[in-house]
Structure formats: C-alpha cells, structure tokens
C-alpha cells in the first residue's frame, strides 16, 4: 500500500510536470515571440460533414498572451442559433511557467443576444469567455464543439489571422463522404492537404507551422489578404431547409435569387399608385428612380434585422413600407420593389463593405464573401449604384465604405460579377480658399470655403449631418489649431452630376503668428499638413494605396502696413510614382498668396519604391511645416 501511495504521488509530479512544461512560455522559439502579441501554441479544427444538413466542428486551440495587446486575440466567441447548437466548451488557464491556475467551465460563459446595437430582432445568441488578466504572459487552452444543421457556411482556416499573431502548430481538417464533391480555395499555403479515408469518410488534412509574426508596414494591403487562408465549399448545400447546388458565381447567383428573394417583392396596388404619383412628373427613368431613391430616405430608417434564413433572406418589401424600417437586405428589396413599379430593372448585390476594398474571390464561389446589400441600377451608359441603408446619402453616390470592388448581383438568370465605382485621385477632391488678414501681427482673422468631393465627401459627411452645438467641436479636430474659432458655420450639400459638400464659415485663429524684434513669423501651411512615415530599409511588402486623392490650397492673406511687401517668390516642386506636391508663395500688392496641391495616387507599388516615398512624404512634410519670415518696416 505504501508503495502504491508513493507511485501514485511519483505519476502525479510527473504528469504536473509534463503539463507545466506544456505551455511553459520559455519554451516558444524567440523568433516566433518576435514582434507577436500572442503566439497560437497549438490549434485543432476539425469538421465532420456527414450529410448537407449534419455537421460537426470541434475546436482546441491555446493561445500564449504575451501582454493587455494579446487580450482580444483569447476572446472566445460561440455564435449559435437554431441551425448551429453548442454541444460543450471549456478550458484552462496555465501562467507563464504553464502551471494551471483557473479552470474555465460552461457557467464562465457569458450569455448574450448577437444583436448589434441597431439590432430589433435576432434569432442567434453569443456565448464568450474573456479572461481578466493579473499577470502576463498567460496561456489559455479551451475546447468546443458545435453542432451545425447546415453546410452552406464551412467555418475557415486562417491561423495566423493577424500581423501580431504567431504560430507554433495549426492543422485543419475536413472529413466528408466519399461521394461528396466539394471545392477548397488556399491563399498562401503551398502545401496540399494529405488525404486519408475511413470507412465513412473521405480526410482532408491542412498543417502550418511555425509562422512567425510579421512586422506592421505602412501602406499595405489587409492583413487577411496576406494570412494563410482555406475555404471549403460543398457542391450539394442545405441551408435552413433550402438544397441545391452551385460551382460558381452564376450558380449561385441563381440559387440565392430563387430561394431568398422569390415571393419578397410584394407591395400592393396602393403603394403602386403612391409611386406612379411621385414619379407623374419625372421625364426620364433617372429622374424616377431619384426621387424614389429620396422617398425610401425619407419614409424608411435602418436597422439590423438578423432573423429569418441565418440573415441572408431578407423581409418583404410589405413589412418595410408597413414599419418603416429595415436592415440593409430588406431596405434593398424594397427600393427594388419601388423601381419595379415603373418598370426600372435593378440588382440586389453583395458586397465586401469596408474602408479597406476587398472584392470577392472571381474564380471560388462561396458565401462567406462579402457582409452588406447594395443596389445597382443598370442604366444604359450610365450605371448606378445606390446605398440604401443611408438617410443622408446622395443619389448614386456610394463613398468609401463599397467603392471599387467586385459584387455579385443576384438576379433571375443567375448571379453576375461586377465592380462598383472607382473615385479615382481626381474625383477624391478637396479644394479650399480662404481669404484672411493679419490683425495686430499676431492674430488671423477671415473666411474659408472648401470644397469635398468623391470619398472626401464622405469624409466630412459627419460635419454636414451633426447639430449646430456639435459642429464647432467637430471643426476643431479637424483644423488642429490652438484657440481656433469659428463662427457663420454653414454646410450645403450640392447634388448634381458630381455631388460635394460646401463648407463655409468665418474663422480667427489668436496669435498665431508671432512677433520678435524687426520681423513677423507666419506658418507656411495653415489647414493641410501631410504626416511622413518612417524609415525602412528592409521594406518587405509592395506599397499599397488604397486611394488616392487631390488637395488643393489658396490662401490669400491681407497684411499690414508695417510689414514689408517684398518677398522672392517660392517655388517647391516634388514627384515620386506616388504622388506630385507643389507649394508656392509670393507677395501681390499687399497680400500674401499661397497655394499648395498635394495628389497621391492610388495603386500598388514595388518595396523597392519605399525610400522614395519616405523621402518625398518627408519634403512635404517639412515643406507644410515651413515658416514665413515677414521684416517689419
């Protein structure tokens, strides 16, 4: 018995010991601590395809936080509704030598509603578990499988979903019949998976490891565009009841038109007549569907709706004209249903919304591209697109939340690929003047108008939108100048062929110039300085600019008697493949005239280009940071 007692203790050292030594965080290769705020010391995905509307995810993963950076990275996220089931979930937190310190079970779970803060209605609810950290660095291990009634949506791989995430191991595997045809799509993974069977099923296997963190450049593409990453598509899908097939776009273009906006368009014969007496007046079908575009404004707000097929299916066009309300699917369905009455063709499209452009995957159709509903009008020679969600918006106006990317319009005949529109450096314009005067050498005093169009329209729309009380605030953090006030501030939306925001307000700006013995110092560039970036002599990515845009300055700025008028003309000019800046100053009677035009132009550009980007951002800088030194007579 006492020998017992004592190999029971020896095993038990033994296994505590193996375990500490486990997710011992001396143990993780410096190269893979280098740069990452959490490295995933081992990751398990494995999903059971056993029929179209049977499927099975388990999950085990732990993850290494090296500091409060790596917090976010170990939330776990357990999405369910009545298609996807939790069937377990736990886990273990091991401090920095891997010793256990806190066993995770269900009842550490917080349990809430998926809804947004937009959100009326939603049928899927929110399990996570975030852990509040004492002491870093921490290892949490967890596990969860998840029973799914559905195979349209395959949960993807992608391990290293982060610049600040390492990798030690990651495998993912899918284990499907035989019969079953399926079609995977891999970014940045060269390896093919390994196959293996038993008896019921055909194994897919994918492994990484280890895959450092990647140091974080300036003007890059998204970071999930360059992670490793693989989509698995069935050809045979069920989803919330609704089977078929589909291998590509127009496939399933076809299947998602016929099983989610079937039967969805369904206003009555009074909304009909409400529409022929809007649009009674309206000499063109452009004409029509601008003041339908207005009505849908007006009459409708958005919310986020998430019920119904898994919220891919959106309500009738008869709840919306009978609420007033919807989420970005039912607000397209019903501006659709309102076009269709006077007998203008439209397309329900899916987009990938965002700052960042990202189009759909042209060669792998799939589901899980694209997160928001927009509409496309077809108009001969004159293609429009309209925001539908947006009260505020202007017709055929879209901005930078879906510009320049690959949709899929769903449509009777099949789905069909097209882009959105490009605002081009030209388009994305901003142009400003402003005539002031020099009041008692030191203080500034005058008026400014500013003109923004293309995404720079949108970047202001806050402004135009926002309260008298708020837009004073607002200006201030947009010209950052000490003690700057405004004052007469007025804000015009222009709607036209190319619509744009005026911006128009008195401004005086307190001792910003300053006085010292015999001359005035006056900044170079008052409203627009360009930030540089650092140095980078190893640059590893191709510059990426998402877009570009044009700025241009004329500020005139009257001055006083006793300063003295003469002055040689400045003139700076610098170039770069990405971009052109030009400033120039000079004196005119008694007033000082500067203009400033700064164009950086969208595309994708060599790392070798890097240096003589930094080096021009760095002339612009400096340049925008200038001073005048004005004598005094």
């Given at each position: 018995?006492?020998?017992?007692?004592?190999?029971?203790?020896?095993?038990?050292?033994?296994?505590?010991?193996?375990?500490?030594?486990?997710?011992?965080?001396?143990?993780?290769?410096?190269?893979?601590?280098?740069?990452?705020?959490?490295?995933?010391?081992?990751?398990?995905?494995?999903?059971?395809?056993?029929?179209?509307?049977?499927?099975?995810?388990?999950?085990?993963?732990?993850?290494?936080?090296y500091?409060?950076?790596?917090?976010?990275?170990?939330?776990?996220?357990?999405?369910?509704?009545?298609?996807a089931?939790?069937?377990?979930?736990?886990?273990?937190?091991?401090?920095?030598?891997?010793?256990?310190?806190?066993?995770?079970?269900?009842?550490?779970?917080?349990?809430?509603?998926?809804?947004?803060?937009?959100?009326?209605?939603?049928?899927t609810?929110?399990?996570?578990?975030?852990?509040?950290?004492v002491?870093?660095?921490?290892?949490?291990?967890?596990?969860?499988?998840?029973?799914?009634?559905?195979?349209?949506?395959?949960?993807?791989?992608?391990?290293?979903?982060?610049?600040?995430?390492?990798?030690?191991?990651s495998?993912?595997?899918?284990?499907?019949?035989?019969?079953?045809?399926?079609?995977?799509?891999?970014?940045?993974?060269?390896?093919?998976?390994?196959?293996?069977?038993?008896d019921?099923?055909?194994?897919?296997?994918?492994?990484?490891?280890?895959?450092?963190?990647v140091?974080?450049?300036?003007?890059?593409?998204?970071?999930?565009?360059?992670?490793?990453?693989?989509?698995v598509?069935?050809?045979?899908?069920?989803?919330?009841?609704?089977?078929?097939?589909?291998?590509?776009?127009?496939?399933?273009?076809?299947?998602?038109?016929?099983?989610?906006?079937?039967g969805?368009q369904?206003?009555?014969?009074?909304?009909?007549?409400?529409?022929?007496?809007?649009?009674?007046?309206?000499?063109?079908?452009?004409?029509?569907?601008?003041?339908l575009?207005?009505?849908?404004q007006?009459?409708?707000?958005?919310?986020?709706i998430?019920?119904?097929?898994?919220?891919?299916?959106?309500?009738?066009?008869?709840?919306?004209?009978?609420?007033?309300?919807?989420?970005?699917?039912?607000?397209?369905?019903?501006?659709?249903n309102?076009?269709?009455?006077?007998d203008?063709?439209?397309?329900?499209?899916?987009?990938?919304?965002?700052?960042?452009?990202?189009?759909?995957?042209?060669?792998?159709?799939?589901?899980?591209?694209?997160?928001?509903?927009?509409?496309?009008?077809?108009?001969?020679?004159?293609?429009t697109?309209?925001?539908?969600?947006s009260?505020?918006?202007?017709?055929?106006?879209?901005?930078?939340?879906?510009?320049?990317?690959?949709?899929?319009?769903?449509?009777?005949?099949?789905?069909?690929?097209?882009?959105?529109?490009?605002?081009?450096?030209?388009?994305?314009?901003?142009?400003?003047?402003?005539?002031?005067?020099?009041?008692?050498?030191?203080?500034?005093?005058?008026?400014?108008?500013?003109?923004?169009?293309g995404?720079?329209y949108?970047?202001?729309?806050d402004?135009?939108?926002?309260?008298?009380?708020?837009?004073?605030?607002?200006?201030?953090?947009?010209?950052?100048?000490?003690?700057?006030?405004?004052?007469?501030?007025?804000?015009?939306?222009?709607?036209?062929?190319?619509?744009?925001?005026?911006?128009?307000?008195?401004?005086?700006?307190?001792?910003?110039?300053?006085?010292?013995?015999?001359?005035?110092?006056?900044?170079?560039?008052?409203?627009?300085?360009?930030?540089?970036?650092?140095?980078?002599?190893?640059?590893?990515?191709?510059?990426?600019?998402?877009?570009?845009?044009?700025?241009?300055?004329?500020?005139?700025?009257?001055?006083?008697?006793?300063?003295?008028?003469?002055?040689?003309p400045?003139?700076?000019?610098?170039?770069?493949?990405?971009?052109?800046?030009?400033?120039?100053?000079?004196?005119?009677?008694?007033?000082?005239?500067?203009?400033?035009?700064?164009?950086?132009?969208?595309?994708?550009?060599?790392?070798?280009?890097?240096?003589?980007?930094?080096?021009?951002?760095?002339?612009v800088?400096?340049?925008?940071?200038?001073?005048?030194f004005?004598?005094?007579?």
């Open positions: 018995m006492k020998y017992a007692c004592l190999l029971f203790l020896l095993l038990a050292m033994l296994s505590l010991r193996s375990q500490s030594t486990t997710y011992d965080v001396e143990s993780i290769p410096q190269e893979l601590k280098s740069r990452a705020a959490v490295t995933i010391r081992n990751e398990s995905v494995y999903i059971e395809m056993r029929s179209d509307n049977d499927m099975l995810q388990k999950v085990k993963k732990a993850i290494t936080v500091n409060r950076n790596g917090d976010d990275y170990a939330f776990i996220p357990l999405y369910y509704n009545k298609s089931i939790i069937k377990s979930a736990k886990g273990m937190i091991y401090d920095a030598s891997g010793n256990p310190i806190k066993k995770i079970g269900s009842k550490d779970f917080m349990d809430v509603s998926a809804a947004d803060g937009f959100s009326m209605f939603s049928d609810r929110l399990k996570y578990y975030q852990y509040n950290a002491q870093y660095p921490y290892t949490i291990e967890f596990e969860y499988e998840i029973q799914h009634k559905q195979n349209l949506i395959i949960p993807a791989w992608n391990p290293n979903f982060s610049e600040q995430v390492s990798v030690q191991q495998e993912y595997i899918f284990a499907a019949p035989a019969t079953a045809a399926i079609r995977t799509y891999t970014q940045h993974t060269t390896a093919e998976p390994t196959i293996s069977h038993s019921k099923f055909t194994i897919r296997k994918w492994e990484t490891g280890p895959v450092p963190a140091r974080e450049e300036n003007y890059t593409r998204g970071f999930r565009e360059r992670s490793i990453l693989v989509y598509v069935p050809q045979q899908i069920s989803y919330y009841g609704r089977k078929g097939s589909f291998d590509t776009w127009e496939q399933f273009g076809k299947w998602a038109y016929d099983n989610l906006l079937q969805k369904d206003l009555d014969a009074m909304a009909k007549n409400k529409v022929l007496q809007l649009t009674k007046d309206c000499k063109t079908d452009k004409e029509k569907a601008k003041v575009y207005h009505y849908l007006q009459k409708t707000r958005y919310i986020s998430q019920v119904g097929i898994g919220g891919l299916e959106p309500f009738n066009a008869s709840d919306v004209e009978r609420y007033g309300y919807g989420d970005c699917k039912a607000l397209v369905n019903y501006m659709q309102l076009l269709s009455l006077v203008i063709p439209s397309y329900y499209c899916v987009v990938e919304a965002g700052g960042f452009k990202q189009s759909l995957k042209t060669e792998f159709a799939n589901v899980q591209d694209g997160n928001h509903i927009i509409l496309c009008i077809p108009f001969e020679q004159d293609t697109w309209l925001e539908c969600t009260q505020e918006m202007p017709f055929g106006f879209l901005g930078d939340f879906t510009d320049d990317r690959l949709v899929l319009a769903w449509t009777p005949k099949g789905g069909k690929v097209l882009r959105t529109p490009i605002y081009t450096d030209k388009e994305n314009k901003q142009i400003r003047e402003a005539k002031l005067k020099l009041v008692d050498l030191t203080n500034l005093e005058g008026s400014i108008k500013t003109k923004f169009y995404t720079q949108d970047n202001h729309a402004v135009l939108h926002a309260n008298n009380t708020e837009k004073p605030k607002l200006l201030a953090k947009r010209y950052d100048i000490n003690n700057v006030n405004f004052a007469n501030i007025t804000y015009s939306e222009i709607e036209n062929d190319t619509p744009h925001v005026l911006e128009d307000f008195s401004i005086s700006i307190p001792n910003i110039a300053i006085k010292s013995d015999n001359r005035v110092m006056l900044p170079s560039s008052l409203f627009n300085a360009f930030t540089t970036i650092q140095r980078n002599e190893g640059r590893q990515q191709p510059i990426y600019i998402n877009r570009g845009f044009t700025d241009e300055d004329y500020i005139e700025i009257k001055l006083p008697d006793e300063v003295n008028k003469k002055m040689t400045m003139v700076k000019t610098f170039t770069c493949p990405m971009g052109e800046y030009t400033f120039t100053a000079r004196i005119d009677g008694n007033t000082l005239q500067t203009k400033r035009t700064l164009i950086i132009k969208q595309g994708t550009y060599a790392p070798t280009h890097y240096t003589v980007f930094q080096e021009f951002l760095k002339s800088n400096q340049t925008d940071k200038g001073r005048f004005l004598e005094l007579l």
